[in-house]
Every structure is written in C-alpha cells, then in structure tokens.
C-alpha cells in the first residue's frame, strides 16, 4: 500500500491529484533551488552563503513545529526551482490560557508562476498546520491590493497594522 503525505492528500481531496507541484517543508538543499532568489520577489533578500543559508536554516529547524516553512515545487522539473513559499510561526501566549497564536508570514509565488493557485495552497495549508497546532487564530499582515487574494484564504479584515522598521 502507498503512504502519502498530508499535502498529498489534501491535493488529491482537493481535486489536484493531477498537479505535479508538491508542497513540503523548507530543504537545506533549496538555497540551490532559488529560495532566496524567491524571497528577493518579496523584499530585499541578500543571497547568503551556504554556510550562511544552512546555519539560519538550523536554528528555524531547531524551532520545530514553531516555525514551519513550505515551499511549492515540481519535482519532475529539471531544476527543481522553488516556485512559491510561506512560512507559519507559532507564537506562545499567556492570554486565552496559554494559548497560542500563528502567523503567516513571507508568502510569495514567482511571478512565472503566478496565477495556478500556488499561494493559495500555501497559505491553505499554514493554516491547516495551525489549526493542528492547537491555534485559536492565524493573523497576517497584507497590503490593501491583497485583501481580496486573502479573503479568498478565508481571512477577514481586523484591526490595522502598525508598524517601526529599523
């Protein structure tokens, strides 16, 4: 008997079953695959250098389930490149009994392959991870041009971002 992943088979109840896009888990190896070239899609990503990759990848692992990045890519594509990404954290409260919240975070498809539901299969499955995590709320923040693909992931407007960069 196969055994398939949770991704696998949410794709297949979804319909998707013909889809060669996999969604997984963040690989060390993906600095090769254009991970960061991806993010620089986003916001300013200066390219790190392997060692630079693999330590910071190391210490997102070390936080297990509390910070989960997927990544969308075809694995029958030569290259394998990183079509899109989003990663969840998980943060820890005091409030509502200890309870915990997530947050969506660096979600972004490349613009090559905008428009084939990748996001929305990212962000899908973040919130699935979650609500599996025991989560009373995913938040994130978006641009006003975003509210729309967002409702489409079951989000609503609450509140307003504020925000000091440094």
């Known amino acids: 008997m196969a055994s398939t992943s949770p991704e696998s088979a949410a794709a297949a109840a ?11 888990r963040l690989e060390l190896s993906d600095h090769e695959r254009g991970f960061l070239a991806l993010l620089s899609q986003l ?4 390219d790190l250098t392997a060692s630079e990759f693999a330590a910071r990848f190391a210490e997102l692992a070390a936080q ?5 990045i997927l990544v969308a890519e075809d ?3 030569p290259e394998r490149r990183i079509l899109a990404t989003g990663c969840l954290f998980v943060e820890r409260k005091f409030l509502r009994g200890g309870g915990k919240a997530g947050h969506v975070e660096d979600v972004v ?4 392959a905008r428009g084939r539901g990748l996001g929305l299969r990212i962000v899908r499955r973040l919130v699935e991870i979650a609500r599996d995590a025991g989560c009373y709320k995913v938040i994130l923040d978006c641009t006003p041009e975003l509210r729309a693909y967002y409702a489409k992931c079951g989000f609503v407007e609450k509140g307003v971002q504020m925000a000091v960069y440094f």
């Open 14 to 24: 979804a319909g998707e079953t013909n889809d060669p896009i996999h969604i997984r």
């Open 43 to 46: 916001s300013a990503c200066p």
């Open 64 to 68: 297990g389930d509390d910070h989960v």
């Open 75 to 77: 694995p029958s594509a």
């Open 109 to 112: 498809v490349d613009a090559a």
